[in-house]
């Protein structure tokens, strides 16, 4: 039970990290070969490519989970912990409802890639692992909405303050 309650606090965060890793690494390479020795390579292009996807869905869910995204929120300040509450449970459903129905869609664009067998043209392998992007962040970002759906109702219940998330400026 530790694992899975270390694993939910912190996979985002971890696979950002992996990914980022990536990202700077394979850039760096291609950066000094570039400069040195006049050549570049498509594959090193490829997983700067898809490690800034993967980072931007994975970076998305984050989000959701920290409710860091943007969002105006001069009138919440005004409002009790129940009205906060219900605008926020209600913000959420209204997403939970776009990300099942993107996750839907873009899981669809994965099983045709699949279907026709379609290859990235640097390093040769099945888009569907580059493709997975979309839908696995989508997958991330609807378990997380309900993390927070769950929390939000809590609150409410309870008439204690909503979760806000942290703030980036004060």
């Known amino acids: 039970m530790n694992f899975l309650r270390t ?6 965060r971890w696979l ?10 394979t ?3 291609e950066v000094i070969r570039r400069e040195l020795f006049a050549f ?3 594959w090193g292009e490829e997983i700067v490519r898809y490690s800034f996807i993967y980072l931007a869905w994975i970076g998305a869910a984050a989000a959701v989970k920290e409710r860091a995204h943007i969002r105006i929120d001069v009138i919440l ?4 912990p129940r009205p906060k509450a219900l605008i926020y449970i209600f913000g959420d459903l209204v997403m939970f409802i776009v990300a099942l129905v993107a996750l839907y869609w873009s899981f669809e664009t994965v099983l045709v890639s699949a279907k026709f067998g379609s290859v ?12 997975m992007a979309v839908p ?7 378990w997380r909405l309900l993390q927070s759906f769950l929390r939000d109702w809590r609150s409410l219940r309870d008439g204690t303050p909503v979760f806000e998330g942290d703030k980036l400026f004060d």
Do not use: C, P, Q
Request: charged content about 10%.
């Open 77 to 80: 300040h005004y409002l009790g």
């Open 27 to 29: 850039m760096a390479i």
């Open 120 to 131: 990235s043209h640097g390093l040769r392998i099945s888009m569907v692992w580059f493709l």
């Open 16 to 25: 950002l990290l992996v990914f980022y890793v990536m990202l700077v690494i």
């Open 136 to 142: 696995a962040g989508f997958a991330l970002i609807v």
């Open 40 to 42: 570049s390579s498509i």
């Open 7 to 12: 694993l939910d606090k912190n996979a985002e």
